[in-house]
C-alpha cells in the first residue's frame, strides 16, 4: 500500500488528491457530487487516482454532512434534559444584541423548542460539591419520552457539570441502559467542559441536533469501504485544523461541523511556510460559498469558541468567514438593482453553461460570456460548457435591468468581488489586521478566478495560486496532524495562585492527551502537546488564550510576572490597550496533542509540454483583449497580463499589468496591478 488519499466533498465537485509514497508523485482530479447517496461521488473521484483501491494507506476526508443539516434545519429531533429550574437556560440565551443598529434584528431560532426540554432534580455547587442528589426517576421519565415520542437524540445539560460530571455521568448512563444504540445520548461535559451554562448547552444541542446525521453517513462510508476491500481507517478533518479517525468522529460528531472547508486553511499553513511567508489569507470559493480564514505567525487562525448561524460552540475552531458567494451563485434583480448570491444553483441543475437544465444566470455563467473561461477544457474536461446558454442566460437578465449583455457579466464579477472583499475585511480590518500585510493564497474551483481582482480591490500585492487549487483542500488534509484537545476548569485570581498546583493539572492533562493520540495510531515519536492557559483581569467577562512553554513552566520561579506581561502583551494585540498593573486571574488550562504523520510533497507543476493552446477574446473593463490561454503543466518564465491559465481543478485569470511567474514549489505567483 503506497497512497495517501485526501477528499473534499463539497456542494458541486468531489476533489480527491493522490500522493505516491514510492515516487512523491501527486495527482489530482475531481467528479460531480451526488446529493443523494455522496459514497457514489466519493467512488468515482477515487476511481480517477487510485486503480487498485487496496493500495491505499491513509485515506482522510472532510465532510459537510453536519453542517449542512444545521444550515437546512435537517438535523435530528432532541430531547434536552436539564437541572431542576434550569429549564429556559437554552431558551433564554443571552440578553446581547449581535447587531446593535439593526431594527429587524431576531435571536436565532432555537433548536430544540421549549417542550422538548425536561427538568431532574439533583444540584452540585460552583465547587462541585453535591448539594441535592440526582433524581434518577425524573432521567427515567426522560429516556420513557425519548423512546416513546423517537427522538433521535437526548443532551444532557447539567449545572456545574463542567467542575464534576458525576451527575451527568450517571444520567447518561441511565438513558443508555433505557434507550440503547438507537438514541444518541450527548453529555454537555464530554462536548464541553467548560464554564458558561447556555455556551454549554448550545454546544451540546448543537452535537445531538447534527451528530445522528454524521454518525449515519461516517459508517456509511466505512461499510462500502469495506465492501470494496480498503481496509485502512478513514479519518476525518476537524473544525480545529486536526484530524480524527472516524470512530472517535462518530463519538464527537460536533467537531466535524467545519471539516471540510478547514482543509483549505491547513492547506495555507502549509503553503506559507514552503514560500518563507508569515501570514496569508487563504480564500477558498467554490460552486456554493466563498470562505476566507487566515494564516497569521505561520500557524492557522484557531478560536476556542465560535458562533455557527447564531449558535454558540465551545469548542476550538478555525477562525472561518463564510459568505453565499460561489461559482454557481444566482444573480438576479432586487428592487431594480443587481444582486449576486447567496442563491446558489448548485450541482444540480447548475449554472446555465452545465447544460443540466439551469436557466438563470450565475457568476460561472458570466465568467463564461466574458471569455475568462474555456469551454472546451473545463475542470479538465470533464466538462464542456455551453456558451450559448451562459450568454443567453446573462442576456435575459441584461434586458431587465436594459443594460447591454457584456456590460451586465462584469457587474455580476464586480458584485461578487466587492461581497468577497467585504468578507476578508471582516476577519482582518476589522480586527485591526492589514491586508495589505498578507499574501492571497487562492484556491477552490473559482478562486483563481477572481483572486487578482479582489487583491486590487483590498490593495494586496500578491496572490499565490497552488498547483491543482480545486483540490487544495484536499491537499491541505494531506498535511495536517492528529489532534486532541482537553480543557479543565480552573478559576484561580493571581493571588491564590499554586504555580505547582497548576502544573501538577497540566501534566495530568498531558499524559491524557498522548493517551489520546495512541489510541489513534500515533507512533510515540510523532507525538507532541501544547500547553495555553485561558486570561483574563478581574472584572472582565471574556478571556484570552495564553500559549505556555511546557507544562512545567508555572511551577517555575517569576512565572506569574511573565505570564501578566504575555496577557498584557495579547490584550495591546487584540484590543489596543492594556492594563498592566491589573490583577489578572486564570480560567481555563488547555492541553493541546498533535500527532504528525509524513507530509506529502507539493503538487509540481508537472511535465513541460505545449503551453498556449489558443487565442481568445476576452473582456477587462469593457475592452476587448486578445488573450493566450495557456496550459499550468510546464508554465515557465514571467508571463505578463492579461492571460488565462487553464488546468485540470481550475482557470486563473490574470487581468491586464498584472505579472504571473512559477516558483520552485510550483506555485503560480501573481505580483497584481494595484
Known amino acids: 500500500m503506497s497512497y495517501r488519499v485526501a477528499m473534499d466533498i463539497g456542494g458541486t465537485f468531489t476533489d ?19 446529493p443523494g447517496d455522496l459514497a457514489d461521488g466519493v467512488f468515482a473521484a477515487l476511481g480517477r487516482v487510485v486503480g487498485d483501491l487496496s493500495e491505499i494507506s491513509f485515506f482522510v476526508h472532510g465532510t459537510t454532512q453536519g453542517l449542512n443539516a444545521l444550515l437546512e434545519r435537517k438535523g435530528s429531533r432532541v430531547l434536552v434534559l436539564a437541572s431542576a429550574g434550569g429549564r429556559d437556560v437554552y431558551r433564554i440565551a443571552r440578553g446581547n444584541r449581535d447587531r446593535m443598529f439593526d431594527l429587524r434584528y431576531r435571536k436565532p431560532e432555537p433548536l430544540v423548542p421549549r417542550r422538548h426540554v425536561m427538568e431532574a432534580g439533583g444540584r452540585l455547587d460552583y465547587r462541585g460539591r453535591e448539594l441535592v442528589p440526582l433524581d434518577e426517576d425524573a432521567v427515567r421519565d426522560a429516556a420513557r419520552r425519548a423512546r416513546d415520542e423517537r427522538f433521535d437524540a437526548v443532551a444532557v445539560c447539567l449545572l456545574f457539570s463542567y467542575v464534576n460530571p458525576e451527575h451527568e455521568v450517571r444520567a447518561g448512563r441511565i438513558l443508555r441502559e433505557e434507550l440503547g444504540d438507537d438514541v444518541q445520548v450527548v453529555l454537555s461535559h464530554e462536548v464541553a467542559r467548560e464554564w458558561r451554562e447556555y455556551e454549554r448547552t448550545s454546544s451540546s444541542v448543537l452535537e445531538a441536533y447534527t451528530g445522528p446525521v454524521v454518525r449515519h453517513y461516517l459508517a456509511g462510508i466505512e461499510r462500502r469501504f469495506a465492501e470494496r476491500g480498503l481496509r485502512v481507517p478513514v479519518h476525518v478533518m476537524q473544525s480545529s485544523g486536526g484530524l480524527v479517525n472516524a470512530s472517535y468522529a462518530m463519538r464527537r460528531p460536533l467537531q466535524t461541523l467545519l471539516s471540510g472547508p478547514v482543509g483549505g486553511t491547513m492547506g495555507g499553513v502549509a503553503a506559507a511556510r514552503l514560500l518563507g511567508r508569515e501570514n496569508a489569507i487563504c480564500i477558498d470559493m467554490g460552486g456554493t460559498s466563498f470562505d476566507v480564514s487566515l494564516v497569521v505567525d505561520g500557524r492557522p487562525d484557531v478560536n476556542a469558541e465560535a458562533r455557527i448561524e447564531g449558535h454558540p460552540v465551545l469548542m476550538p475552531i478555525v477562525n472561518l468567514h463564510t459568505i453565499g458567494a460561489g461559482g454557481g451563485s444566482i444573480a438576479c434583480t432586487e428592487a431594480g438593482a443587481l444582486r449576486v448570491g447567496p442563491q ?14 439551469g436557466t438563470q444566470p450565475t457568476v460561472t455563467d458570466a465568467n463564461v460570456a466574458l471569455g475568462r473561461v474555456d469551454p472546451s477544457w473545463f ?13 443567453a442566460a446573462v442576456a435575459d437578465l441584461a434586458g431587465e435591468l436594459r443594460l447591454d449583455p457584456l456590460q451586465l457579466a462584469e457587474g455580476v464579477c464586480a458584485v461578487a468581488n466587492a461581497k468577497m472583499a467585504q468578507a476578508i475585511r471582516t476577519l482582518t480590518v476589522e480586527h485591526g489586521l492589514e491586508p495589505r500585510d498578507f499574501a492571497l493564497v487562492a484556491f477552490g474551483g473559482a478562486g483563481p478566478m477572481h483572486a487578482a481582482f479582489i ?7 500578491e496572490v499565490v495560486v497552488p498547483r491543482f487549487p480545486g483540490a487544495f483542500s484536499a491537499w491541505g488534509m494531506l498535511e495536517a496532524d492528529v ?16 504555580g505547582g498546583d497548576m502544573s501538577q493539572r497540566l501534566v ?22 501544547e500547553h495555553a492557559v485561558d486570561m483574563r483581569y478581574e472584572g472582565q467577562d471574556y478571556t484570552l488564550t495564553i500559549p505556555l512553554r511546557d507544562a512545567t513552566e508555572p511551577a517555575q520561579a517569576g512565572f506569574l510576572e511573565c505570564i501578566a506581561a504575555r496577557y498584557a502583551e495579547a490584550h495591546t494585540s487584540r484590543y489596543g490597550h492594556a492594563t498592566p498593573e491589573a490583577p489578572v486571574e486564570f480560567v481555563m488550562l488547555r492541553s493541546t496533542g498533535f500527532g504528525s504523520f509524513p507530509r506529502a ?33 510546464g508554465l515557465s518564465g514571467e508571463l505578463e497580463g492579461p492571460a488565462i491559465v487553464v488546468e485540470e481543478t481550475a482557470t486563473t485569470v490574470i487581468p491586464p499589468g498584472c505579472l504571473a511567474s512559477v516558483d520552485g514549489n510550483g506555485f503560480l505567483i501573481v505580483k497584481v496591478d494595484k
Open 508 to 529: 495530568s492533562l498531558e499524559r491524557e492527551a498522548l493517551a489520546a493520540l495512541d489510541a489513534q495510531g500515533v507512533p510515540e515519536d510523532r507525538r507532541r502537546v
Open 455 to 461: 487583491a486590487q480591490e483590498l490593495g494586496i500585492s
Open 16 to 34: 480527491v488528491v493522490c500522493y505516491d509514497e514510492r515516487t512523491g508523485a501527486v495527482t489530482a482530479s475531481k467528479a460531480p457530487t451526488t
Open 379 to 391: 475542470a479538465g474536461g470533464l466538462l464542456t460548457l455551453d456558451a450559448e446558454a451562459a450568454g
Open 344 to 357: 446558489s444553483a448548485g450541482a444540480v441543475p447548475g449554472p446555465a453553461c452545465y447544460g443540466r437544465g
Open 483 to 498: 489532534r486532541r484537545d482537553l480543557t479543565d476548569p480552573y478559576f484561580r485570581p493571581q493571588e491564590v495562585l499554586d
Open 601 to 633: 510533497a507539493a503538487p509540481e507543476a508537472g511535465a513541460a509540454g505545449p503551453q498556449e493552446v489558443g487565442v481568445r477574446d476576452v473582456i477587462f473593463d469593457g475592452e476587448v483583449h486578445r488573450t493566450p490561454v495557456l496550459r499550468r503543466a
